[in-house]
């Protein structure tokens, strides 16, 4: 048992995108298939669950049979099926929980159950595969801002989080009052470096409080107050100045904060994760920071960033290593913390 390699087929379905893959031992990626429906709740300007769950449904048997046929691995290769269950869509959530409970009945594979930010923390076993636990992990993403102390591959210690908005939910609102559409992070980003980012001062909430929470939804209004004012008075507004200065307030915070938990833990090594982690900006600041402390910096890949099921494929092994597996009862759980 101990030399065998073990092959999960994971899939993830919990907001926009549908994701599946084959990930060997946790670290080596079979394959790694995402169809995204940017393009369809772009019209919207942000994601529409109910459309999102139909998506899911359309797309998820012809994403898992890719998946499988890019890996080239036959049923009787896979060890175990592990699907997200939560936090996410409810509905979305429950397309690749239903699929997943199918496939493994069918197959008669083990199922596994994975948390959403535990996968997003994982990615960076499959980018680096020396990196081992403890570590400190700033998870950054739609839904959420995590500051996660990884203790072990299976126990986390949750640091700080945002009391409000998540880092990239400000982004997107940003961007919508910037007039540069779904999704708004690589908008902002991509603009700001064009921009001044000491053009503006935007607050940098609870950055010297002792708290390791985060706030984003006070520097949000005061951007959109900055932005309305200005029209009000007439005044010309330099959207790439905006975009870089509210960046540099966000970034700011999280070093800010990651950093000081690396060393409250005394942890020589930091992650970042999550979609926000493809931040030019973020990547570049922490892993000066990171140098500067004398920490190694760990990162994944942009598209192992944003929401694939190679990362779930990787957390789901050390679960199976754990022998965690769960029952034909698995619900999707929309709140699931870590
Ligand atoms: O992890 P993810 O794909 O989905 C969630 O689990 O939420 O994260 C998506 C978020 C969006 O808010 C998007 O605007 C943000 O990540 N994002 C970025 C960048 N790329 C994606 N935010 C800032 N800079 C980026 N380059
Ligand atoms: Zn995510």
Not at 60 to 88: H, Q, R, S
Not at 211 to 227: A, H, P, Q, R
Not at 237 to 249: G, L, P, R, T
Not at 266 to 273: E, F, I, S, T
């Amino acid at each position: 048992m101990e030399n065998k390699n073990i092959n999960i087929l994971a899939i993830e379905s919990s907001c926009d995108e549908t994701a599946a893959a084959v990930v060997r031992n946790g670290r080596e990626v079979f394959s790694n298939v995402i169809s995204t429906q940017i393009d369809i709740h772009k019209k919207y300007g942000g994601v529409v669950p109910e459309v999102a769950s139909r998506k899911h449904i359309e797309n998820i048997d012809t994403v898992i049979k890719d998946a499988l046929d890019e890996a080239n691995v036959g049923i009787e290769d896979i060890d175990a099926v592990a699907v997200t269950y939560g936090p996410g869509l409810v509905g979305a959530l429950l397309v690749g929980i239903n699929t997943a409970k199918a496939l493994a009945y069918a197959w008669e594979k083990p199922l596994i159950g994975v948390n959403h930010i535990e996968g997003h923390i994982s990615a960076n076993y499959i980018e680096d595969k020396t990196l081992e636990p403890p570590y400190m992990c700033l998870v950054v993403s739609g839904g959420h801002t995590h500051l996660v102390y990884v203790e072990s591959y299976n126990k986390y210690e949750v640091m700080g989080r945002t009391r409000d908005d998540a880092a990239g939910e400000a982004y997107d609102k940003i961007a919508r009052c910037l007039n540069l559409g779904y999704p708004g992070g690589p908008k902002v980003d991509k603009l700001a470096k064009s921009g001044n980012k000491d053009a503006i001062h935007f607050p940098r909430v609870m950055l010297k409080d002792d708290t390791l929470d985060f706030s984003f939804s006070g520097l949000k209004s005061s951007v959109l107050n900055y932005v309305n004012r200005s029209k009000q008075k007439g005044e010309e507004i330099v959207f790439a100045d905006v975009a870089a200065s509210f960046q540099e307030a966000v970034v700011d915070v999280l070093v800010n904060k990651a950093i000081k938990a690396a060393k409250i833990k005394n942890c020589k090594q930091v992650a970042l994760a999550g979609g926000v982690a493809s931040n030019s900006r973020l990547r570049e600041v922490l892993k000066n920071e990171c140098d500067k402390n004398n920490i190694k910096f760990y990162r994944p890949s942009p598209i192992l960033c944003t929401d694939n099921a190679a990362m779930i494929g990787s957390c789901a092994y050390f679960k199976f290593l754990n022998k965690e597996f769960v029952g034909y009862d698995l619900n999707a759980d929309p709140n699931l913390d870590i």
